[in-house]
């Protein structure tokens, strides 16, 4: 057992032939945290190594995800298991109930080997503002690992975890699949429960994952979808599980969007010329299994970023009001810097007198990119995107510039404000570094993502390359732990 | 000093009686209960949880606005209100803002401005060197009924707010008592020199009784004679029988206002709202007209007897036991509330001939040529007096209703 290779779908079928069992998968992944948790810095917390072959031996196979080893972002309510945020400020803070999905997961024999990084409340895309520190990408642990969901993703591609759990309100499960050469959902906005989730912007918060292939995401999507009765804004759209039956791509359209590589050029100056280059390959791939490929636009892609920087802010003001140590955690002066600059910026939206000109007009704007894609659907079945403008920067590289890396969101943002669905895929390599399309389609598409994703993954397959972990070292340049 | 008058608002709260909270699963009823044994992660504001509406708190809450005449919002939503207080645990409190349930209602000549829906606050209790929150209120469905501040009298305060407690206790959604706290009255009041609406205006909090409600009301009415003409927030203070600044305008609360992204908004149907209509039954107003109407009882009983809905429903079971007006003057007389009582009332009921009474009447009302004179000019109390001096000399056997009907038919 190659636990670097070993899917969700091939430990089960492992499981079932009597090759291995939960509790020799389990000891794997945790000799891999053993080696390298420290120097990547990946999980906060890590369960009791005997609790956990304890859980592993009496595994119920009969289980749709029996023995599978999880790592769960730690925005993650776990009843009687720390749980951070990625924030000092509440860095004691034991939650005394389960998440939904948690709940799901567990009920689901998947079993959780701990809490992942994460940049501080899902603020950022880097996984550098964790305040914890960051975390470091598997591929080349002197890049950026991706985030928000840095940890949950790193530890699936370090073998510490067959899948992680991810929230993505701007791009936090689709950056750290691209960093880190892996499938990453966003799902349609209700269709996965937020409950027990420490929410980031209510309106945009979706609940995902990252898996190494097509077939495990969507395994685990029919686990943790559904209605709740517990969230208002899930909805009862049944998930049904992708057939996957599919090798071409004959009678789709995919849309591509001009506004989407001509604004990603504007916003960022650097826009790496070989990420185009790997895209524009992506891209023929799709054309050669049969679909036609079709221009759409999406004329409301640059104001989608400005909006996206004005209401999440101010949800998260609201949202982060309730940390006042009063009851748990420290004390206000704790919030790191990102927390404490969007706190401040959904504070001044909101306020009477600007209201108006900034939380007002972003709804409206958001309406339009709703809009947007909604008339862009009516004619392709999906919208093909590169996932971030270049492939993961080096440590360091942007976190003096929080601007520029608000920038770098702009293929992703879009999507959380329509509340559609996307599919992150691995597409490709610039040097040891990972690159990663998506595939967005709209409200309840999932299957229909899963579909094309699964034929482009077994035409290209891209997830079969793995972290050269012996042959990268960390820069001295930064110190970090 | 006359040519001040006096422009109340009123703003009222009413916890509804409903089973569970507004926005989880926990007990509503927490009087008296020990503190935070009614708790879950969703009042408690832990981090992740999240909010789900009472179903039956939002139509309760129509059927309110219903009752009061209000209109119902086709399109509502709930809002979060921003502040920072112990007993708040989430920073904000969800709450209607733009676009609450019901809207443009009336209670007499009291226009009814808005009918909202929103959660209570957990409770602080302050001890020598300590304070400590208790979250067992926490969450609890709160229903705001805010009114124009049309009223110009403290009587008019008065007759409102009573008829509002009884509309809200014949609905059944609330047992809204001033003494438990389910229900909370806020009046503003500023004074008028021109009888338009001044620029400013005084909001009154912790005003936990009727009584104080008007105490308050009459202080202030002296107090901004005194000092004149000012933008504050003051509470009342039972200790010094006065109200008390607690907030100049100054610092008035931004509360950043924005629609709760938690809970999907909210519309109604015609269908929908006509149900909760037809669910709102006879009102004490049309009761009493009934009961006047169909068991010929005088404006006095039949109000009497429709002050509450059980004791309406009461008259209305037994009322064939006798002749209706005789049943309802056991019933106003002798409070009575079970039909056992009532029956041994009819069996031991005092005798008395028409013509003794008769004769009795126009013995006291020769003997007292001054109190019919002050009745003629509007005395109500000078009825009453002719009354008790008939009753004092029947012993008892007479009945006050029959009395002082036998008065008026004698002097008009």
């Known amino acids: 057992m190659d636990i670097f290779a070993l899917t969700i779908e091939q430990a089960l079928e492992g499981y079932r032939a009597k090759k291995f069992t939960a509790v020799d998968v389990v000891k794997t992944c945790l000799e891999n945290v053993r080696k390298y948790n420290k120097e990547y810095n990946v999980l906060l917390t890590v369960r009791d190594e005997d609790e956990l072959i304890k859980e592993a031996k009496s595994v119920d196979y009969s289980k749709p995800l029996a023995g599978i080893p999880v790592v769960l972002k730690d925005l993650f309510s776990t009843n009687l298991l720390r749980t951070t945020g990625g924030a000092k400020i509440i860095d004691t803070y034991v939650p005394r109930y389960d998440a939904t999905v948690v709940r799901k997961l567990k009920e689901s024999g998947a079993i959780i080997i701990g809490k992942a990084n994460e940049d501080a409340w899902g603020h950022g895309s880097s996984g550098e503002n964790s305040d914890f520190g960051p975390t470091r990408n598997a591929y080349n642990k002197n890049h950026v690992a991706g985030g928000s969901s840095s940890g949950s993703g790193v530890a699936v591609a370090l073998g510490m975890c067959l899948f992680g759990t991810g929230t993505d309100t701007g791009g936090s499960i689709r950056m750290p699949a691209a960093y880190n050469n892996l499938v990453g959902l966003k799902p349609t906005y209700g269709r996965v429960s937020r409950y027990g989730i420490l929410a980031m912007a209510s309106s945009l918060d979706t609940i995902g994952h990252v898996t190494k292939t097509v077939g495990d995401n969507a395994l685990v999507l029919s686990i943790t979808a559904g209605k709740d009765p517990l969230d208002a804004t899930t909805d009862t759209q049944p998930v049904a599980r992708a057939s996957f039956k599919r090798s071409d791509l004959k009678g789709l359209k995919i849309g591509v969007s001009p506004e989407y590589l001509a604004i990603g050029k504007q916003a960022t100056p650097g826009m790496d010329e070989k990420l185009e280059a790997v895209t524009e390959t992506a891209l023929k791939e799709l054309e050669k299994l049969g679909a036609t490929i079709v221009t759409v636009n999406l004329p409301n892609t640059q104001p989608a970023l400005a909006t996206y920087y004005v209401l999440v802010p101010s949800e998260i003001s609201s949202n982060l009001g309730r940390y006042d140590g009063v009851r748990f955690g420290h004390t206000r002066e704790t919030f790191g810097g990102e927390a404490k600059r969007r706190m401040m910026i959904g504070t001044y939206a909101l306020s009477s007198g600007y209201y108006d000109a900034y939380y007002k007009t972003g709804q409206k704007v958001r309406t339009l990119v709703r809009t947007d894609f909604t008339k862009a659907f009516e004619s392709v079945d999906a919208i093909f995107a590169p996932v971030s403008p270049y492939p993961a920067p080096k440590i360091g590289d942007f976190s003096q510039d929080p601007l520029a890396v608000y920038l770098s969101d702009i293929y992703t943002v879009p999507i959380n404000l329509a509340g559609v669905a996307a599919l992150g895929l691995p597409a490709g390599f610039i040097g040891d570094l990972p690159v990663g399309i998506q595939l967005i389609g709209p409200q309840w598409s999932e299957e229909r993502l899963y579909e094309i994703g699964f034929a482009y993954e077994q035409e290209t397959q891209w997830y079969k390359r793995k972290p050269n972990i012996e042959g990268s070292h960390p820069s001295e340049a930064h110190g970090y732990i | ?412």
């Open chain 2, 1 to 412: 000093m006359d040519t001040f008058k006096p422009i109340i608002g009123l703003e009222v709260h009413v916890e509804l009686a409903t089973a569970s909270k507004m926005f989880c699963g926990c007990p509503a009823d927490h009087f008296g209960k020990e503190p935070n044994t009614q708790t879950c992660p969703v009042c408690l504001g832990l981090p992740g949880a999240l909010p789900v509406p009472n179903k039956k708190a939002v139509e309760w809450t129509i059927m309110l606005g219903l009752a009061l005449g209000c209109t119902v919002n086709e399109e509502s939503k709930f809002d979060r209100k921003h502040y920072f207080y112990p007993d708040l645990p989430k920073g904000y409190q969800i709450s209607q803002y733009d676009q609450p349930l019901c809207i443009d209602g009336k209670l007499g000549d009291i226009r009814i401005q808005r009918v909202h829906l929103e959660e209570d606050t957990g409770k602080l209790q302050h001890a020598v060197g300590v304070s400590l929150v208790d979250f067992n209120r926490s969450g609890v469905p709160l229903v705001e009924v805010v009114t124009e501040p049309d009223f110009r009298s403290i009587e008019e305060v008065d007759v409102y707010v009573k008829k509002l407690q009884q509309i809200i206790r014949y609905l059944g959604i609330s047992g809204a008592d001033m003494e438990k706290g389910t229900m909370r009255i806020e009046p503003s009041i500023s004074l008028s020199t021109d009888g338009k609406i001044p620029n400013y205006r005084v909001e009154l909090k912790n005003v936990n009784s009727f009584r104080f409600v008007r105490k308050a009301l009459e202080y202030e009415i002296a107090r901004q004679q005194r000092e004149g003409h000012i933008q504050q927030t003051r509470g009342w203070s039972e200790d010094k029988n006065a109200t008390v600044v607690q907030r100049e305008k100054e610092e008035a609360h931004d509360y950043r206002y924005f629609p709760e992204p938690d809970i999907p908004p909210m519309r109604w149907s015609g269908r929908q709202i006509s149900d909760i209509r037809s669910q709102i039954g006879e009102l004490p107003d049309e009761k009493k007209e009934r009961f006047m109407k169909k068991y010929g009882l005088s404006d006095y009983d039949a109000t009497q007897l429709t002050e509450t809905r059980q004791r309406a429903e009461f008259f209305e079971e037994v009322a064939k036991e006798g002749t209706p007006k005789a049943i309802a003057n056991i019933l106003i007389n002798k409070k009575v509330t079970t039909k056992e009582e009532l029956m041994k009332f009819l069996q031991n009921a005092p005798s008395i001939s028409a013509d003794e009474l008769q004769e009795t009447v126009e013995r006291i009302l020769k003997e007292n040529p001054k109190a019919i004179e002050d009745y003629r000019n509007g005395k109500e109390q000078a009825l009453m007096f002719l009354v008790g001096q008939a009753l004092r000399q029947l012993k008892g056997k007479g009945d006050a209703q029959g009395i002082s009907a036998i008065i008026r038919r004698l002097i008009v």
